[in-house]
């Protein structure tokens, strides 16, 4: 199963971003989905997770009301809205997939993992 994540970019504090993550297979059905990031010189951090039905979703504090992750079953898709970024937002992101439908916040909840998405926020 291999993963894609894409739609990073430069954009200034307060601005907005949408990730997205597909599948190369219709794998998401059954999977729940997350969202990592990573910054230079520390470690991948949990950012938010959602259910295989997209109705169970969980968030860290610091995006909490800033950030929305949804899924489009039909798609094969998830996606991260992320509105007032702040410079401390930018890490490279990267989407994962867990082999059941619920998943927490840990790393090894997740077994496919797609490459990451440089989301940079200048100031």
């Known amino acids: 199963v291999q993963l894609q994540a894409f739609g990073g970019g430069l954009v200034q504090a307060g601005g907005s971003l949408r990730l997205s993550c597909a599948a190369s297979?219709?794998?998401?059905?059954?999977?729940?989905v997350a969202w990592f990031r990573q910054a230079p010189g520390k470690e991948r951090e949990f950012v938010a997770t959602i259910s295989w039905g997209g109705s169970g979703t969980y968030y860290t504090n610091s995006v909490k009301g800033r950030f929305t992750i949804s899924r489009d079953i039909a798609k094969g898709t998830v996606y991260l809205q992320m509105n007032s970024l702040k410079p401390e937002d930018t890490a490279a992101y990267y989407c994962?997939?867990?082999?059941?439908?619920?998943?927490?916040?840990?790393?090894?909840?997740?077994?496919?993992w797609g490459q990451g998405t440089q989301v940079t926020v200048s100031s």
């Open positions: 297979k219709r794998t998401f059905s059954n999977n729940a």
């Open positions: 994962a997939a867990a082999r059941k439908a619920a998943a927490g916040h840990g790393k090894n909840d997740y077994s496919y």
